[in-house]
């Protein structure tokens, strides 16, 4: 019982100086962290910034978007609005569908949508990934921004289409 | 005119000066190490903006301390909470006035040096349990309280490892159990009495309230402990007093058991200095390393590790000099 004790303070003694040489290695290495506003970090892999639409495979200035609305429907704090160009004819043909089912309509249904406006105030996005979740042509995505400070409130309001393009033309330069 | 003042007295208020200085000195030039190495030793650059590598960063703080309102809270003892922290940072000045920096270094060799810092740095005490208790402050109550206990148990071992030094040189002043080591390592009192060393050096991290001792200012627990409610000069002069204490406590243990300012080759006060600097460098690195021990093993290791060696020790050092 006794020499237990003894061995355990003599280990918890030899623990001490242990701990003195961690301390005393990480001293003199290399430091692990960037001065910021002269060093910045790249963007983080799996960093969850907000969200930002992902480019089309034919086209870098367009996004997948659809315009369907999910994300819009879906997002708890309704901080996403969305503006598309329905092409007129689909609109017309809904109205004209009792009447009787004319030639246009099947043909304007093929009509894309064009995304117009895709804007998403931050300030009040709680990062909880439903829009990136339910989008149905995986159009959403999270940015890898790290650098997210702003001097007001409407810094954080992003227009994600102009972010799109601004990045596609800045890719082609 | 100068005539009718009485020398010792100049001796003393120029002796004051020069200690104030020092203390003031001293407290930026380790508020500034003690930041740099924390960064360190979490790898990150520590204070970097003000001033060329942040040198400058404590007295930016300072000044900030300085400019701010002092404030009391609603209430708190008036009188009381603004006499604890002066009396706080007033014994250290006295402490200073009897340490040997060198063989000429000395502002008043007392015969009773040792003694007297024992005793005036026991006067911090008063100062934190005032702080806690006029603050109206159950934080800064619990922190007193802790400070008391912490204090009344770690006074004996420290006492205790001072003795056997006592005994060997018969003398109490700190001149003279200087300048009666050798000046290689090995004829310092350290090397004859290595078990009191090392409990003196615990003891004074224990009493100086650094860590893994901190409990009465423990921010995780107790926010701030005794000096909660201070702002502004009040915790600048509790802070001022920490460190100066720690350099007291330094400055005593390179005197009592590394030769003071004796040391290889030239003597003087440039070893004392770097022994002074090299303990509050160990001290701090012992801060950045170890967590804070619990409160009853704060006390366990005082009276069922510290005591019991620091007296068997004793006994053991007083057969040698009988026999």
Same mark, same amino acid.
């Given at each position: 019982m006794m020499v237990k004790k003894f061995r355990d303070t003599l280990t918890g003694l030899w623990s001490l100086l242990v701990g003195l040489k961690v301390t005393a290695v990480n001293f003199v290495r290399p430091e692990v962290t960037v001065h910021y506003p002269r060093q910045t970090v790249p963007s983080l892999e799996g960093y969850r910034g907000h969200i930002e639409l992902v480019p089309s495979q034919d086209d870098p200035?367009? &996004?997948? =978007?659809?315009?369907?609305?999910t994300c819009v429907r879906m997002c708890p704090t309704s901080c996403i609005s969305v503006a598309g160009s329905k092409p007129k004819k689909k609109t017309a043909g809904k109205d004209q569908a009792a009447d009787a089912d004319s030639g246009d309509t099947p043909k304007a249904q093929k009509a894309k949508p064009e995304l117009e406006s895709f804007v998403v105030d931050?300030?009040?996005? &709680?990062? =909880?990934?439903l829009c990136v979740q339910n989008c149905p042509t995986g159009a959403l995505r999270f940015s890898t921004?790290?650098?997210?400070?702003?001097?007001?409130?409407?810094?954080?309001?992003?227009?994600l289409l102009g972010r799109l393009q601004s990045q596609a033309e800045h890719k082609e330069q | 005119m100068i005539d009718a003042i009485p020398a010792p007295f100049i001796v003393v208020s120029v002796g004051l000066a020069a200690v104030m200085a020092f203390i003031g000195a001293n407290a930026l030039v380790l508020v500034y190490l003690e930041r740099k190495i924390a960064g360190f030793i979490q790898r990150r650059p520590g204070p970097?903006?003000?001033?060329p590598q942040g040198i400058l960063q404590p007295v930016a703080d300072g000044l900030k301390l300085v400019g701010k309102q002092l404030f009391t809270p609603k209430g708190a003892d008036g009188v009381l909470y603004w006499l604890a922290p002066m009396i706080s940072i007033a014994p250290t000045l006295v402490c200073f006035?009897?340490?040997?920096?060198g063989p000429r270094l000395q502002i008043i060799n007392s015969n009773v040096g040792l003694i007297l810092i024992l005793a005036f740095t026991g006067v911090n005490v008063l100062a934190l349990c005032i702080a806690g208790w006029s603050s109206q402050n159950k934080y800064a109550l619990l922190g007193a309280a802790r400070d008391i206990s912490q204090s009344v148990a770690y006074e004996i071992p420290l006492l205790l490892s001072v003795l056997p030094i006592v005994f060997i040189t018969?003398?109490?002043n700190l001149f003279d159990i200087a300048s009666s080591?050798?000046?290689w390592p090995w004829q310092w009192y350290g090397a004859y009495q290595p078990v009191a060393f090392v409990i003196f050096f615990i003891c004074a991290l224990a009493e100086t309230n650094?860590?893994?001792?901190?409990l009465p200012e423990a921010e995780s627990e107790l926010?701030?402990?005794?000096?909660?409610?201070y702002s502004g000069m009040g915790f600048g002069m509790f802070f001022l007093a920490e460190y100066a204490y720690m350099v007291v406590a330094s400055c005593l243990t390179a005197i009592l058991f590394?030769?003071?300012?004796?040391?290889?080759v030239a003597s003087g006060w440039w070893w004392f200095l770097a022994k002074v600097y090299l303990l509050l460098l160990l001290i701090i690195w012992i801060r950045w390393t170890y967590p804070r021990v619990r409160f009853d093993q704060l006390l366990n290791i005082c009276w069922k590790w510290l005591i019991p060696l620091a007296v068997l020790n004793l006994l053991g050092t007083l057969l040698v000099i009988a026999l």
């Amino acid at each position: 019982m006794m020499v237990k004790k003894f061995r355990d303070t003599l280990t918890g003694l030899w623990s001490l100086l242990v701990g003195l040489k961690v301390t005393a290695v990480n001293f003199v290495r290399p430091e692990v962290t960037v001065h910021y506003p002269r060093q910045t970090v790249p963007s983080l892999e799996g960093y969850r910034g907000h969200i930002e639409l992902v480019p089309s495979q034919d086209d870098p200035f367009k &996004s997948k =978007c659809i315009v369907c609305m999910t994300c819009v429907r879906m997002c708890p704090t309704s901080c996403i609005s969305v503006a598309g160009s329905k092409p007129k004819k689909k609109t017309a043909g809904k109205d004209q569908a009792a009447d009787a089912d004319s030639g246009d309509t099947p043909k304007a249904q093929k009509a894309k949508p064009e995304l117009e406006s895709f804007v998403v105030d931050f300030t009040y996005c &709680s990062l =909880c990934g439903l829009c990136v979740q339910n989008c149905p042509t995986g159009a959403l995505r999270f940015s890898t921004d790290v650098y997210l400070a702003g001097f007001s409130r409407q810094d954080f309001v992003f227009d994600l289409l102009g972010r799109l393009q601004s990045q596609a033309e800045h890719k082609e330069q | 005119m100068i005539d009718a003042i009485p020398a010792p007295f100049i001796v003393v208020s120029v002796g004051l000066a020069a200690v104030m200085a020092f203390i003031g000195a001293n407290a930026l030039v380790l508020v500034y190490l003690e930041r740099k190495i924390a960064g360190f030793i979490q790898r990150r650059p520590g204070p970097y903006e003000v001033g060329p590598q942040g040198i400058l960063q404590p007295v930016a703080d300072g000044l900030k301390l300085v400019g701010k309102q002092l404030f009391t809270p609603k209430g708190a003892d008036g009188v009381l909470y603004w006499l604890a922290p002066m009396i706080s940072i007033a014994p250290t000045l006295v402490c200073f006035l009897v340490i040997p920096f060198g063989p000429r270094l000395q502002i008043i060799n007392s015969n009773v040096g040792l003694i007297l810092i024992l005793a005036f740095t026991g006067v911090n005490v008063l100062a934190l349990c005032i702080a806690g208790w006029s603050s109206q402050n159950k934080y800064a109550l619990l922190g007193a309280a802790r400070d008391i206990s912490q204090s009344v148990a770690y006074e004996i071992p420290l006492l205790l490892s001072v003795l056997p030094i006592v005994f060997i040189t018969g003398s109490l002043n700190l001149f003279d159990i200087a300048s009666s080591q050798g000046p290689w390592p090995w004829q310092w009192y350290g090397a004859y009495q290595p078990v009191a060393f090392v409990i003196f050096f615990i003891c004074a991290l224990a009493e100086t309230n650094r860590n893994p001792f901190d409990l009465p200012e423990a921010e995780s627990e107790l926010t701030a402990g005794f000096h909660t409610e201070y702002s502004g000069m009040g915790f600048g002069m509790f802070f001022l007093a920490e460190y100066a204490y720690m350099v007291v406590a330094s400055c005593l243990t390179a005197i009592l058991f590394l030769g003071g300012f004796q040391g290889p080759v030239a003597s003087g006060w440039w070893w004392f200095l770097a022994k002074v600097y090299l303990l509050l460098l160990l001290i701090i690195w012992i801060r950045w390393t170890y967590p804070r021990v619990r409160f009853d093993q704060l006390l366990n290791i005082c009276w069922k590790w510290l005591i019991p060696l620091a007296v068997l020790n004793l006994l053991g050092t007083l057969l040698v000099i009988a026999l």
